[in-house]
Nanobody, 125 residues
Framework: QVQLVESGGGLVQAGGSLRLSCAAS????????MGWFRQAPGKEREFVAA???????YYGDSVKGRFTISRDNAKNTVYLQMNSLKPEDTAVYYC???????????????????WGQGTQVTVSS
């Protein structure tokens, strides 16, 4: 099973930027697929962004045009560049590996198996 460790969260003012990292170890595969979710207090876990198995990108409606997902295969690390942050982006952010090696853009947390411990992102107004 793959192990995932997120980092890069913190406190930032509205309009600012952060870059989250997700380092994968263990039984990593050649698939490029990886996803980011977030969960705010009292809310359900929400899809943020994902890479498909050949590098396609998928984004939740609330982050399109502001967030960018990318991957460094040599480092087995996936990144989430977050720009123009808003207070409503405040949440714990999780990376997750999809159950299918041929992941092609489903948005349900149930389609992902391995999860990191999460990193807190707080955006002040």
């Amino acid at each position: 099973q793959v192990q995932l460790v997120e980092s890069g969260g913190g406190l930032v003012q509205a309009g600012g930027s952060l870059r989250l990292s997700c380092a994968a170890s263990g039984q990593t595969s050649n698939s490029l697929a990886m996803g980011w979710f977030r969960q705010a207090p009292g809310k359900e876990r929400e899809f943020v962004a994902a890479l498909g198995w050949i590098g396609q990108t998928y984004y939740g409606d609330s982050v399109k045009g502001r967030f960018t997902i990318s991957r460094d295969n040599a480092k087995n690390t996936v990144y989430l560049q977050m720009n123009s942050l808003k207070p409503e982006d405040t949440a714990v952010y999780y990376c997750a590996a999809p159950k299918s090696l041929y992941y092609s853009g489903t948005y349900s947390p149930a389609d992902f198996s391995s999860w990191g411990q999460g990193t807190q992102v707080t955006v002040s107004s």
